[in-house]
T-cell receptor, first 113, second 114 residues
């Protein structure tokens, strides 16, 4: 029979353009958020994180924005490259322990030449 | 520094069997967390171990268990396997301490239950 799975939203981006991936989180008390990238056949790879006392954090070609008012997180990738094609997950720390993360469903990013 | 390693990478079992998966954290990391990834449920937290003690547990049945050794290596066990246990099992390690709370993931163990 047909398998039912999470419907991953897909973002198609042309090489060289900027990408914006959005994520809504659930717990207004969450104080730590993290973005991971997962390529096919691999485990999630850390991209960037942000604590709730910040609104913005920048890394190499990536920027994370946090809007606590509407519980929204976004990841911006500048000058998207073919190697950026992957599934991107946002995650929030659950409770007081750093070792327990709740993940979003993920966004599939496809970079076209 | 070597990353998180997981063994085996692939595993095929039949219903009713049990399975043990192994995770070696990054050197110096004392926290190990386990996650299950399926197409239907996404990434779900199983449990976390720190200094050989289970520190957190997710909403999984008692058939899922784990342990951590004194060298921080961790194993997880699933008894009486069900078809729905087919998944990618991911292990993540973390260097605890102020400003050092990022979890780094291994490549996962792909379990297929027939």
């Amino acid at each position: 029979g047909e398998s039912v799975g999470l419907h991953l939203p897909t973002l198609s981006v042309q090489e060289g353009d900027n990408s914006i991936i959005n994520c809504a989180y659930s717990n207004s008390a969450s104080d730590y958020f993290i973005w991971y990238k997962q390529e096919s056949g691999k485990g999630p790879q850390f991209i960037i994180d942000i604590r709730s006392n910040m609104d913005k954090r920048q890394g190499q070609r990536v920027t994370v924005l946090l809007n606590k008012t509407v519980k929204h997180l976004s990841l911006q990738i500048a000058a998207t490259q073919p190697g950026d094609s992957a599934v991107y997950f946002c995650a929030e720390k659950m409770g007081i322990s750093w070792g327990k993360l709740q993940f979003g469903a993920g966004t599939q990013v496809v970079v076209t030449p | 520094k070597a990353g998180v390693t997981q063994t085996p990478r692939y595993l095929i079992k039949t219903r009713g069997q049990q399975v043990t998966l192994s995770c070696s954290p990054i050197s110096g990391h004392r926290s190990v967390s386990w996650y299950q990834q399926t197409p239907g449920q996404g990434l779900q937290f199983l449990f976390e171990y720190f200094s050989e003690t289970q520190r957190n547990k997710g909403n999984f049945p008692g058939r899922f268990s784990g342990r951590q050794f004194s060298n921080s290596r961790s194993e997880m066990n699933v008894s009486t396997l069900e078809l729905g246990d087919s998944a990618l099992y991911l292990c993540a390690s973390m260097l605890t301490g102020a400003g050092q709370e990022t979890q780094y993931f291994g490549p996962g163990t792909r379990l297929l239950v027939l």
